[in-house]
């Protein structure tokens, strides 16, 4: 067979749809191809005979090359991405190869690259596949990576500023769940699309997972990155139809800025990350700047909640009961006390039930926190020895999520029986906010445990928004003065009118009246004269242990 002409090679080359570039061993540019000519903008003039770092970014600290030539040096080839600078001065990012090419007459070495800022895989390889998402095309985690990694040096060296995004798709469960996964699939490719679109030419978009994306994006200042969110939520939330369908789709948005907000790769996704968190506690379908308060208050928040999740599983002795005694008002009598669970971890010491209540709640442990106080109430209830304290009401707080959750009753049933069996009335105490939202079964629900013999209070009134309507259909039997009330009551104040008309709407309603957190005398008079009926304050008692209450408080039994 004829051997090939050069030209022929020299054309091949020309063709490939790679950049590529010969060097010698020295190092010196021998050849480049016409895909070199147009993605890096030089020409043969301007780099043949001159070192390779002619194309350089600056963005690689030396230790960078040097690894390179020892990995050519050892494993014979080098592969990975490298910012290089185009004619023009823009840098980029290339996935580059590297390898050794022996011939008789000595050696030279090759490096082929294709411009991966495009953000576009162009083949299947490898290579592709371990650093480009198959779906959309966008770089994967590990690419992002690595650019980000490159773009924080650069930074460091040019002062060039910009902002990492954590881009989270909301609900897309849900629209995987009710249209199936190949239109989940189709919204994800038009969500990178559309990311790509709106992002300027050198911004990297990368799809980390699932239907999280990220993004590096030139944006200097607050000002800048703000304008440029605005135009993501424009372009990502304009309706897209898929199968004939037509979606919203909401996104939920953090940014971190660099060096603000982090100087290392794994600093500014975290943060960014973190930001975006708070965008979907803000309520979703908004971005969220990274702040280091905010952080700071979300890290908490998590290391509570893996707290609690712990103590509630292993720990249940970390939880305590006390008991706050509830009083006549008209004859100063004791008629009962409202269990309040306490809880104090080894590490995090005391923390108030205003914050882990709702916390179990949000984090579906609320079931299990119910569980430990009414274990915790029933062996105190247990100690109680003589017969001949009179009935009380015990009043324990219950979550409105729960009277949803079918195992209520079980867990209610020991402590109902229990009560009951000493002539006690139990109680259960629900706050007003979330008593409106009950569903009729719930309600049923509530019935129910009527019929059982409990009463049940609604808790914190006043600070919800109840229609008397509704109220009026309520299975309830008490209602609880929020404090906030009680606290303004003074003498012909305007709260005082507010607690009056409570107290007559209760009247009119043949429901009883309890007024909580009456802190002074004067309080409790008005509170009496009013003729509400049961009170409860750090005035009359404060909450107590259990062996405090049966010491000092059920054999007296008296108003101080
Ligand atoms: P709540 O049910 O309205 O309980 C009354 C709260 O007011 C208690 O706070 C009590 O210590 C406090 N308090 C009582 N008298 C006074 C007073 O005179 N002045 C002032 N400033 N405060 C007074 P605590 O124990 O911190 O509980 C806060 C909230 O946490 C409770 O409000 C209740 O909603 C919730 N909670 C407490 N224990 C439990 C529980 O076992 N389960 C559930 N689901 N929630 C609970
Ligand atoms: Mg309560
Ligand atoms: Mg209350």
Not at 280 to 303: L, V
Request: with cysteine; proline share 4%; hydrophobic share 40%.
């Amino acid at each position: 067979m004829p051997s090939l002409p050069e030209s022929h090679y020299r054309a091949a080359f020309d063709q490939l749809p790679h950049a590529m570039m010969l060097a010698t061993d020295e190092p010196r540019i021998m050849y480049i191809n016409e895909m070199f000519r147009r993605v890096t903008g030089y020409h043969e003039g301007d780099v043949i005979g001159h070192r390779p770092s002619v194309l350089s970014s600056g963005v690689h600290p030396p230790e960078f090359y040097r690894d390179m030539w020892a990995s050519l040096t050892s494993k014979g080839h080098w592969e990975g991405v490298i910012w290089n600078r185009r004619k023009s001065g823009e840098t980029y990012p290339q996935w580059l190869s590297i390898y050794p090419v022996q011939t008789g007459e000595g050696r030279f070495y090759a490096g082929v690259f294709s411009d991966v800022g495009e953000n576009r895989v162009s083949n299947e390889s490898i290579t592709a596949l371990a650093y480009y998402d198959p779906l959309t095309g966008l770089a994967n985690r590990s690419l992002f990576q690595e650019f980000l990694k490159a773009r924080v040096t650069q930074g460091a060296r040019s002062e060039s500023r910009f902002a990492v995004l954590f881009i989270d798709l909301d609900f897309f469960k849900g629209v995987n769940d009710l249209h199936g996964h190949a239109c989940g699939d189709r919204i994800l490719v038009h969500m990178a699309a559309t990311l790509r679109s709106v992002l300027r030419e050198g911004d990297i978009v990368a799809r980390l997972s699932g239907d999280e994306f990220a993004a590096i994006v030139n944006a200097g200042t607050s000002e800048e990155l703000e304008h440029l969110l605005r135009r993501i939520f424009q372009a990502l939330t304009s309706p897209v139809v898929i199968e004939g369908r037509e979606f919203f789709l909401s996104v939920s948005v953090g940014a971190a800025l660099f060096p603000g907000h982090g100087q290392t790769a794994a600093e500014l996704l975290q943060n960014s990350d973190r930001a975006m968190f708070s965008a979907k506690q803000a309520g979703r379908g908004c971005a969220r700047i990274y702040s280091a308060a905010e952080s700071k208050e979300g890290m908490r928040t998590q290391r509570l909640t893996e707290a609690l999740q712990g103590s509630l599983k292993l720990s249940p002795e970390e939880f305590s009961v006390v008991y706050q005694p509830q009083y006549d008002l008209q004859s100063g009598t004791m008629t009962g006390m409202e269990a309040l669970l306490r809880w104090t971890h080894p590490v995090l010491g005391d923390v108030p039930p205003g914050e882990f209540v709702p916390m179990a709640e949000q984090r579906g442990l609320i079931h299990e926190l119910t569980g430990v106080l009414i274990r915790r109430v029933l062996t105190d209830l247990q100690t109680l020895s003589s017969d001949n304290v009179g009935p009380m009401v015990l009043a324990i707080n219950i979550s409105a999520r729960q009277i949803t959750d079918g195992r209520l009753a079980d867990l209610l049933a020991p402590f109902i029986r229990e009560t009951r069996q000493r002539g006690w009335q139990p109680e259960i105490e629900i706050t007003e906010t979330h008593l409106m939202n009950l569903a009729p079964l719930c309600l049923q629900r509530l019935e129910e445990f009527g019929r059982q013999g409990v009463r049940v209070a609604i808790d914190d009134f006043g600070t919800g928004y109840s229609s008397l309507a509704y109220l009026h259909n309520l299975p309830v039997h008490v209602l609880k003065i929020d404090r906030q009330f009680v606290s303004r009551l003074q003498e012909g104040c305007r709260d005082s009118r507010i607690v009056t008309a409570i107290v007559a709407i209760a009247e009119a309603m043949q429901l009883e009246v309890v007024a909580e957190g009456i802190e002074d005398e004067l309080q409790r008079r008005i509170l009496r004269e009013m003729r509400c009926h049961r009170g409860q304050g750090f005035f009359l008692a404060r909450p107590s242990s259990w062996a405090t209450i049966t010491d000092h408080f059920l054999d007296v039994g008296q108003l101080k």
